[in-house]
């Protein structure tokens, strides 16, 4: 670790999350507990319907739990997740998470370069100045370059691939230098060897950006790679690996 680098460690506790159902509630996150420190990876696994994306929801505040503490430690102190209002969860969201869904979610209209840029104007008012949008404009080339785009920057989502799809949405998850960063299944929608080169990606982006990340995946070919590997089962999160292997 460098000097400079930051302190970052989520820890989240006895989290659980139900959904009205009828009558009564479905418990789709269940007294999780779980540890996740800057610069690593915890893997969670399990199959459809356990409640993976509802965990990564409640962590990644877009849904708060029925209980628990979901708490963020990085250089300018603690938070807990699971107690912010609407507005300071975006305002929190913008800053300091970075969020990686299933589906890029791209806009249609923006080329790949824009992408990365209108996550940084979100919370700028429009007087911005002329060299903080520069700044802006050359952090994101960074990040395109970054995850092997820069040639394509001028191209919209419709003349990208699937996999460069899914790379412009994780160098756009990666503009606000995220303390945070979550990640559901990024390799459902690609063959073999672009998901293997999306995951390499990944891995060399937590390690430089020193992120605490949790990646959703099903695919166990690379769950070998992950700090920790975790699994759910009906809401359940139980650890099935904490110790790093060296791949
Ligand atoms: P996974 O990501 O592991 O497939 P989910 O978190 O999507 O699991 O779903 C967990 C459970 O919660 C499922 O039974 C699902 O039907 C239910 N669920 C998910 N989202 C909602 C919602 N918005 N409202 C009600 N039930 C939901
Ligand atoms: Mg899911």
Redesign the pocket.
């Known amino acids: 670790m460098t000097p400079t680098a930051i302190r970052t460690a989520l820890t989240v506790e006895d989290v659980t999350l139900t ?3 009828g009558a009564s509630r ?1 418990t ?1 996150v269940d007294h999780v507990n779980l540890q996740v420190s800057g610069g690593t990876v915890a893997a969670i696994t ?10 990564l ?1 409640v962590i990644s505040t877009l849904i708060r739990p029925d209980s628990g503490r979901i708490l963020l430690e990085t250089d300018t102190g603690t938070v807990d997740l699971a107690s912010l209002s609407r507005a300071e969860g975006a305002a929190l969201r913008r800053e300091s998470i970075g969020i990686v869904f299933q589906q890029p979610n791209l806009i249609p209209a923006l080329t790949a370069v824009e992408q990365l840029e209108v996550m940084s104007h979100l919370g700028q008012s429009l007087l911005t100045s002329r060299a903080a949008r520069r700044e802006t404009h050359t952090r994101a080339m960074e990040l395109l370059d970054a995850v092997g785009l820069a040639d394509h920057h001028a191209k919209r989502p419709a003349q990208l691939s699937g996999g460069q799809r899914q790379r412009v949405n994780i160098a756009r998850a990666l503009m606000n230098t995220p303390a945070l960063l979550v990640i ?1 299944e990024p390799t459902s929608a690609l063959d073999s060897e672009r998901g293997a080169a999306i995951i390499d990606l990944i891995l060399d982006i937590v390690r430089t950006h020193n992120a605490a990340t949790l990646l ?1 995946t099903h695919d166990r070919t690379h769950l070998h790679r992950m700090t920790t590997v975790h699994r ?1 089962l009906d ?1 359940h999160l139980t650890p099935e690996r904490l110790i790093a292997r060296t791949a």
Do not use: I, N, T
Not at 46 to 55: N, Q, T
């Open positions: 959904y009205p159902d479905l789709a399990g199959p459809s319907g356990s409640g993976k994306s509802s965990l929801a559901d959703v759910m809401g």
